[in-house]
């Protein structure tokens, strides 16, 4: 069940692929290489990752993206005076093609699965989210944590093509 993250016009899907999957696609007007590289250097990712209508910032964005490296990303929220962590580690890496990491801050943190499959100079970014249980899920979606991934990615597209075109 495919549906818009933003507008008709928006290339951006959310699709709930099982009981323990949501999968978000877009296909970016840019080369696989590009994209694995927002995606994998803190300095370039520090930029997108954050929708910045919900006023959050990223406080600390620590990446060591190979086979067992790690991550640690912090925000800070308005409404909290304590930051939130977000921590895991890497378990594959194929330059320009994939990423796949833990999201351990949570006993129910998912596996995260980014792919970039280039055709023709375009590339399709698809993120998964592969839960543990049903109720992970669930819990994912009632919390409202997707209502900011197409914005997201505008701000991706936006880090891409300045670098595909400088």
């Not at 351990?104 to 596996?111: F, L, N, T």
Request: proline fraction near 4%; charge should be negative; glycine fraction near 6%.
């Amino acid at each position: 069940m495919d549906k818009s993250m933003t507008d008709p016009a928006s290339r951006t899907t959310l699709e709930r692929r099982s009981d323990f999957e949501l999968a978000v696609s877009r296909t970016f007007d840019a080369p696989a290489h590009i994209l694995f590289e927002a995606w994998s250097k803190a300095d370039l990712f520090r930029q997108w990752w954050v929708p910045k209508s919900y006023g959050m910032s990223l406080l600390a964005c620590e990446m060591d993206v190979r086979v067992g490296g790690g991550y640690r990303l912090e925000f800070a929220y308005p409404a909290s005076d304590q930051p939130m962590a977000f921590y895991g580690r890497y378990i594959e890496v194929v330059p320009n093609a994939r990423i796949v990491w833990t999201n351990d801050e949570s006993a129910d943190g998912a596996i995260t699965t980014v792919t970039f499959d280039e055709q023709d100079g375009k590339t399709l970014l698809v993120v998964s989210n592969r839960f543990a249980t049903k109720q992970a899920l669930e819990d994912e979606i009632a919390s409202g944590a997707t209502n900011g991934l197409g914005e997201t990615l505008d701000q991706l597209e936006a880090v891409v093509m300045a670098l595909a075109n400088p």
